[in-house]
């Protein structure tokens, strides 16, 4: 196993407070190592140097947080959903009391600015502050019945102990999305951390703990994916699994629970289309476009990366928006508008994607390259990066890269952009700008996408909203709002049969 090398931790978290030395697992309320010992390094996007080291767990580790789920979900699922929100209430404000040193650790480990991950985390207590509402609102339904004398009714009860396997490039937003819905059912959890952001879910577990959260109800495990992830998934004894990641992982996923039956619910990769149409403000539609390919360093399943242009406006809006990328500033601090993208496996993947496109005739407006300047050389700093002439179903226009790449298409009308927008195997997120209120209607009716945004950017949901995909983007599963509420509930049927002559 991979125990780390002789490097020094960094240990002091920039604007105050202090890290571990080693991420590890929470389980049953208690912090330690993995089983083995096994441990990994997470190092900084920034700069490169060793943040930390990670439990490196496996199939013992995730087996012990199981149980550990097991023993303590009966409880916690006897106590009444409003209390059981009650206390996710009292999550949610600890996590608003300590949330600049969450922004702090969020900003450290991805590399994101502080004024960013702050916006984040704000988001995180607000998607928290919401599920614990929902405790007061676990409908069932009442109706009638057929049969003379018997009463009709629905109940929400939980799964049981929910496998959850979330994302590093919005870390404690993806810790809440999911960990909030899944507790106020009445499951108890086992978080599969990222091991690009494992302090996160490190901090979030101390964090749920000591507002008094019942130990055994969250459990975190580090690790790697196809080691820890892999054995939360196959778990016989865990009735549901969410996953947020890449289409290949969600399939796998998926073939393992279908194996044995279990729930799950995937909310997958994009290639998202933003359609700038002849009669769009331009200004307005450079600025969203912008930020819907590169906030985040690109790393949103919901980035603008196919941007679509009606040929009357093409050039004009090109250059605007090649004009405005070569103005990005790059770097981590609350003046720059991206980081570095997530790892150094990542960036040489974008890298190479590029270098195949243009090879294969795309070209490149501006970027194409790593940042090697004194002020990034060390880190994993891609070039916002614009690409033209890519056809429809090249690879780079087909995959998605997760990073600050986007491509510019040419097309002559409404009806050919959207072909071109459904022209993809995702349907996650899509957009359109234009003045002309029945053209913009007439994409929302037709696009093929669980998002649909008008004048506007490719963005996710807001807490009491659902967000997911179609195709490839996903299973039909909806995270967050109170649509999530199906994917850790069962609803169990209830018939009362009264004898009107006992009373």
Known sequence: ??????????????????????????????????????????????????????????????????????????????????????????????????????????????????????AETDGAVAQGLFMAGEGQRLYGRTTTSAVEGRQALTVRQPVGVAGLIVAANTPIANVA????????????????????????????????????????????????GPEAGRALAAHPEVGVVSFTGSTAVGREIAETCARRLAKVSLELGGKNPFVV???????????????????????????????????????????????????????????DDLGPVINERQLGRMLAAVERAARAGARVLTGGGRLTDPAHRDGCYMAPTLLEGAGPDDEISTTELFGPIACLYRVRDFEEALALANRSPYGLTAAIHTRNVHRAMEFVRRVEAGVAVVNGGTYGSEPHMPFGGLKQSGNGTREPGPEALDVYSELKDVYIHVDGAAT
Request: aromatic share 6%; charged share 25%; hydrophobic share 50%.
């Open 1 to 118: 196993m991979q125990s780390g090398s002789a490097e020094q931790v960094t240990h002091a978290v920039p604007g105050g407070g202090a890290l571990p030395e080693l991420a590890g697992n929470w389980i049953a309320g208690r912090e330690g190592p993995a089983a083995n010992g096994g441990t990994l390094d997470k190092r900084s996007p920034v700069d490169g140097r060793l943040l930390c080291r990670v439990a490196r767990s496996g199939a013992e580790d995730v087996a012990a947080a199981v149980a550990a789920a097991r023993a303590a979900q009966p409880a916690w699922a006897a106590m009444p959903g409003v209390r059981r929100g009650m206390v996710l209430h009292e999550v949610a404000e600890a996590l608003r009391r300590r949330r600049e040193a969450m922004a702090r650790v969020v900003a450290l480990e991805t590399g994101k600015s502080f004024r960013e991950a702050l």
């Open 177 to 224: 999305w999911k960990v909030f819905p899944a507790l106020v059912c009445g499951n108890a959890a086992v978080l599969k951390a990222p091991e690009d952001a494992p302090l996160t879910a490190w901090l979030f577990a101390r964090i749920a703990h000591e507002a008094g959260l019942p130990p055994g109800v969250l459990n975190v495990v580090q690790g790697y």
């Open 277 to 335: 149409c002849d009669d769009a403000d331009l200004e307005a539609a450079v600025r969203w476009a912008t930020l819907s390919a590169f906030s985040n360093a690109g790393q949103r399943c919901a980035a603008g990366s196919r941007i679509i242009v009606f040929d009357a406006v093409y050039e004009r809006f090109r250059d605007m928006l090649v004009a405005r990328t070569r103005a990005l500033r790059v770097g981590p601090g609350d003046d």
